[in-house]
T-cell receptor, first 114, second 114 residues
Framework: SQQGEEDPQALSIQEGENATMNCSYK?????LQWYRQNSGRGLVHLIL?????REKHSGRLRVTLDTSKKSSSLLITASRAADTASYFC??????????????FGQGTRLTINP | ETGVTQTPRHLVMGMTNKKSLKCEQH?????MYWYKQSAKKPLELMFV???????ENNSVPSRFSPECPNSSHLFLHLHTLQPEDSALYLC?????????????FGPGTRLTVL
């Protein structure tokens, strides 16, 4: 089954620096999404990039997608302490009976040090 | 607030107890999901409901019993759980047929099985 794998598993940087997280997946996709999760809370959708897009921006977030390499990256520029969280990529899949579902990676734990 | 609520937020139960988790979405979505999140493991999809019909059961043990009385409410009935079932249980909803397939998550129920 396809599954996103994030790299690195953990990242610790100083406030103000840029943070880059990578995601790899195994099968063809229609789109790829990034989610954020604060400790012990639910996931929050950040950004979606379609398979025919190569780059997308949203505020301080920049997502790239390389379908030939089956990989994506999430860049957070000018990081802030409040960006400390876990970040997950998710790829779309069709389950049994045509149900849409997402397959999540293991996530990158990002720590921004003040 | 994502428009998805979960109760209770925390639950401690013995292995012989019966309890239920509740999820409610106020977004007009027609698909709802249960996920299990354990420490150091990827987010595991448990069940998918589309228009109140269960369309995915990801080999979940029968001690977990989902119920979807309508497209706004989703329950997870728990019975004779094991300590390894301790985890964060997340509910999500989405609009089936949407090209985005973005999921909206509740805050989760932290379950501890003694």
């Amino acid at each position: 089954s396809q599954q996103g794998e994030e790299d690195p598993q953990a990242l610790s940087i100083q406030e103000g620096e840029n943070a880059t997280m990578n995601c790899s997946y195994k099968t063809s996709i229609n789109n790829l999404q990034w989610y954020r999760q604060n400790s012990g809370r639910g996931l929050v959708h950040l950004i979606l990039i379609r398979s025919n897009e190569r780059e997308k921006h949203s505020g301080r977030l920049r997502v790239t997608l390389d379908t030939s390499k089956k990989s994506s990256s999430l860049l957070i520029t000018a990081s802030r302490a409040a960006d400390t969280a876990s970040y997950f990529c998710a790829t779309d899949a069709i389950g049994r009976q045509g149900a849409q579902k997402l397959v999540f990676g293991q996530g990158t734990r990002l720590t921004i040090n003040p | 607030e994502t428009g998805v609520t979960q109760t209770p937020r925390h639950l401690v139960m013995g292995m012989t107890n019966k309890k239920s988790l509740k999820c409610e979405q106020h977004l007009g979505h027609n698909a709802m999901y249960w996920y299990k999140q354990s420490a150091k493991k990827p987010l595991e999809l448990m069940f998918v409901y589309n228009f109140k019909e269960q369309t995915e059961n990801n080999s979940v043990p029968s001690r977990f019993s989902p119920e979807c009385p309508n497209s706004s409410h989703l329950f997870l009935h728990l019975h004779t759980l094991q300590p390894e079932d301790s985890a964060l249980y997340l509910c999500a909803s989405s609009s089936r047929g949407s090209l985005r397939n973005e999921q909206f998550f509740g805050p989760g129920t932290r379950l501890t099985v003694l």
